[in-house]
């Protein structure tokens, strides 16, 4: 009887802009300060990327060019390519077309998916069903946002959270255990009213009026958002856990979401974890949206070892949640 085909993640790449926004700098640009930001949030820089014309699939081009090298392939046997992202380059075409376009990905298929900050998660639990069905070898799934591109710099309570970045990772089908092993993803629409980016879609599309009343930007009742993700993202993940009958213990690395390291925290004191098994670069980078977890996954790839359980988990507009059970394959 043929072995069941897992999708095990078998190369990583990531990309931040050089240009740093830090906590100083915004104390210059609204009435903020360091202590405030980051005892609030845990953030103490983030990256933009500037250039006219710059944009979300700029992020993700360097990060995919990267895994390909680590790996040995060319762009061209890439089979598809998913980008989770709420800042693509234009409305339509997909960033994605646009990314492949520009790599050189000629023999993919390649399309966006909506889901804000648990855009990884998503792209990551479809692109491991591609590989699973046995008919694609080489999956590539990405989370990227150009946040800067829809912050409203003279309104603290946004422009002090999130930042620019893009991280992705290669799928490949294995046979002995390792990969994406299970997947708890959770959508509500309900959401919407706390955290969404009101004009500019086919409900209000762009107009003098919309962009005089700042409807182009993010749009975020912070006190309300927190208290569901606080509750989603620890609830899920617990739930991820007894699901498969793990504990803690069995857990090598928490891979969280980087919207506020208070959500972090109470994640991983749920799932019994201690400070050291849990990834942490809100710090440098902010909250990147779809970028956050690729990134962790960028930063400590060095660390991991092969046979790891890693949990990944994340809350973001929608609202969307969820978490994922992966055993490091490499
Ligand atoms: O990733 C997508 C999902 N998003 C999230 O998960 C974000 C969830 N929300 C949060 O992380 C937090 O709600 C924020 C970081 C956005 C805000 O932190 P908070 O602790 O909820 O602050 P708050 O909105 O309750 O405001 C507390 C106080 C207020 O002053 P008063 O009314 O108590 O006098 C604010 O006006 O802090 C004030 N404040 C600030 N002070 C200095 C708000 N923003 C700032 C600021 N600097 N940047």
Redesign the pocket.
């Known amino acids: 009887m043929s072995k069941k085909i897992t999708a095990a993640i078998t190369a990583v790449g990531g990309f931040v802009p050089e240009d740093r926004l830090t906590n100083f700098d915004l104390e210059k640009m609204?009435?903020?300060?360091d202590e405030?930001?980051r005892t609030?949030?845990g953030v103490e820089e983030r990256r933009i990327l500037k250039g006219e014309g710059k944009a979300t699939s700029d992020l993700v081009v360097p990060a995919v060019r990267e895994l390909c090298n680590k790996r040995g392939i060319d762009p061209s046997e890439i089979e598809c390519l998913i980008v989770g992202t709420v800042t693509p380059d234009m409305v339509f075409p997909a960033t994605a077309n646009i990314v492949c376009d520009k790599l050189g990905a000629r023999n993919a298929w390649s399309f966006d998916v909506s889901a804000?900050?648990s855009g990884f998660l998503y792209t990551l639990t479809l692109g491991a069903s591609l590989i699973e069905s046995g008919r694609y070898k080489k999956v590539v799934v990405c989370g990227a946002d150009k946040m800067s591109s829809i912050i409203d710099y003279s309104d603290?309570?946004?422009c002090?959270?999130f930042g620019d970045g893009a991280g992705a990772v290669l799928l490949e089908p294995n046979e002995d255990g390792y990969g994406v092993l299970d997947s708890i993803l959770r959508s509500d629409g309900n959401g919407c009213q706390y955290?969404h980016m009101k004009a500019g879609g086919s409900a209000r599309p762009a107009s003098i009026e919309t962009v005089m009343a700042k409807e182009h930007y993010v749009y975020?009742e912070?006190?309300a958002?927190?208290k569901f993700?606080v509750k989603g993202m620890a609830d899920v993940s617990a739930e991820l856990l007894e699901k498969n009958n793990l504990t803690g213990n069995d857990i090598a690395w928490l891979v969280p979401?980087q919207?506020?390291l208070?959500?972090i925290d109470a994640t991983a004191s749920r799932m019994g974890l201690s400070k050291e098994k849990v990834m942490i670069n809100i710090q440098k980078y902010g909250?990147t949206?779809a970028g956050t977890l690729p990134l962790c996954l960028w930063d400590w790839e060095k660390q991991l070892k092969k046979g790891d359980n890693l949990v990944l988990s994340a809350?973001?507009?929608g609202f969307t949640w969820g978490a994922t059970w992966v055993k490091w394959a490499y």
């Not at 609204?30 to 300060?33: F, S």
Request: proline residues 0%; glycine residues 10%; hydrophobic residues 45%.
């Open positions: 609204v009435d903020t300060n405030w930001i609030r949030t804000a900050c603290r309570a946004t002090i959270i955290l975020q912070g006190q958002v927190f993700a979401h919207a506020n208070r959500i909250n949206t809350f973001g507009g």
